[in-house]
T-cell receptor, first 112, second 115 residues
Framework: ETGVTQSPTHLIKTRGQQVTLRCSSQ?????VSWYQQALGQGPQFIFQ???????GRGNFPPRFSGLQFPNYSSELNVNALELDDSALYLC???????????FGSGTRLTVV | QKEVEQNSGPLSVPEGAIASLNCTYS??????FFWYRQYSGKSPELIMS????GDKEDGRFTAQLNKASQYVSLLIRDSQPSDSATYLC???????????????FGKGTLLTVNP
């Protein structure tokens, strides 16, 4: 059984650019969530997808968008990058939400 | 705003001692509660889940849940230097404006176990 994999592991972008982060869910997991974790803070919920539909969103602006594909892999897109977007972006998948989530290793995004 | 609060750290304990980590949550209807361990520069790792009032033990870890007080705790017995990490409390909360559960995290408590 494969775990949750994210790519890339590190990324440096310039303010104003756009970025796409990718996630492959753990086998059998049909729900994927994305989190942003700033240094010294807990993960903040961005949004969640279930069977290709967004079914939950946190307090993030519309320039944060996502997709889930039929194989349950997922993308997080961020447009018009700002310096404050610099953070660790975590993807987590679940088969049964009650049982918790498995996290990927994360993508460290630095905006300069 | 539904919240999860953790006791402010950092927490420092000597090797072999019991480390006690606490968490409160605002949503009385929450049903699932989790503790994640996060080493510096790494992603969170699930170490305990608890759903019913009382204690749940797994090796050196014991999770305690009191839904009436909206309180969750994690005890680590015989603490080891390898337990040094940030511990995140997470609660599955139903989003009434949405259509599903949302896992909400506290800010985490940094634990240091000194040899």
């Amino acid at each position: 059984e494969t775990g949750v994999t994210q790519s890339p592991t590190h990324l440096i972008k310039t303010r104003g650019q756009q970025v796409t982060l990718r996630c492959s869910s753990q086998s059998g997991h049909n729900t994927v969530s994305w989190y942003q974790q700033a240094l010294g803070q807990g993960p903040q919920f961005i949004f969640q997808y279930y069977r290709e539909e967004e079914n939950g969103r946190g307090n993030f602006p519309p320039r944060f968008s996502g997709l889930q594909f039929p194989n349950y892999s997922s993308e997080l897109n961020v447009n018009a990058l700002e310096l404050d977007d610099s953070a660790l972006y975590l993807c987590a998948s679940s088969r049964v939400l009650r049982d918790g989530y498995t996290f990927g290793s994360g993508t460290r995004l630095t905006v300069v | 705003q539904k919240e999860v609060e953790q006791n402010s750290g950092p927490l420092s304990v000597p090797e072999g001692a019991i480390a006690s980590l606490n968490c409160t949550y605002s949503d009385r209807g929450s049903q699932s509660f989790f503790w994640y361990r996060q080493y510096s520069g790494k992603s969170p790792e699930l170490i305990m889940s608890i759903y019913s009032n009382g204690d749940k033990e797994d090796g050196r870890f014991t999770a305690q849940l009191n839904k009436a007080s909206q309180y969750v705790s994690l005890l680590i017995r015989d603490s080891q230097p390898s337990d040094s990490a940030t511990y995140l409390c997470a609660v599955n909360m139903w989003e009434w404006g949405g259509s599903n559960y949302k896992l909400t995290f506290g800010k985490g408590t940094l634990l240091t176990v000194n040899p």
